[in-house]
């Protein structure tokens, strides 16, 4: 079993920046590959950026470039750094995580364990 909470939500102006952490429980953390999703009001949740239990990132086109996932096994935590905000990022953020030994998958779906997720709100 993992538990996973995020933090580092908030208000932002359209430009700023904003770093989400995601807290693992478990003593296996870099077993697994981790993956951000975002669901903006009335809208389908969807993939932001995942990291390999190996450290490969793999991005979503709307955020690639601004965005940037990383992880540290030794905090059993993942981050999001989040640049060059646009009100188009407003979301709640969730992170997962997926047990695989290789790659990370962009689907929700593929993902064991779930996030309660952190609001992220970008003013314009």
């Known amino acids: 079993q993992v538990q996973l909470v995020e933090s580092g939500g908030g208000l932002v102006q359209a430009g700023g920046s904003l770093r989400l952490s995601c807290a693992a429980s478990?003593?296996?953390?870099?077993?697994?590959?981790m993956g951000w999703f975002r669901q903006a009001p009335g809208k389908e949740h969807k993939f932001v950026a995942a990291?390999?239990?190996?450290?490969?990132?793999y991005y979503a086109d709307s955020v690639k470039g601004r965005f940037t996932i990383s992880r540290d096994n030794a905090k059993n935590t993942v981050y999001l750094q989040m640049n060059s905000l646009k009100p188009e990022d407003t979301a709640v953020y969730s992170c997962?995580?997926?047990?695989?030994?290789?790659?990370?998958?962009?689907?929700?779906?593929?993902?064991?364990?779930w996030g309660q997720g952190t609001q992220v709100t970008v003013s314009s």
């Open positions: 478990g003593r296996t953390f870099s077993n697994y590959a």
């Open positions: 990291i390999s239990s190996g450290g490969s990132a």
């Open positions: 997962a995580a997926d047990r695989r030994f290789s790659g990370a998958s962009t689907g929700g779906s593929d993902y064991d364990y």
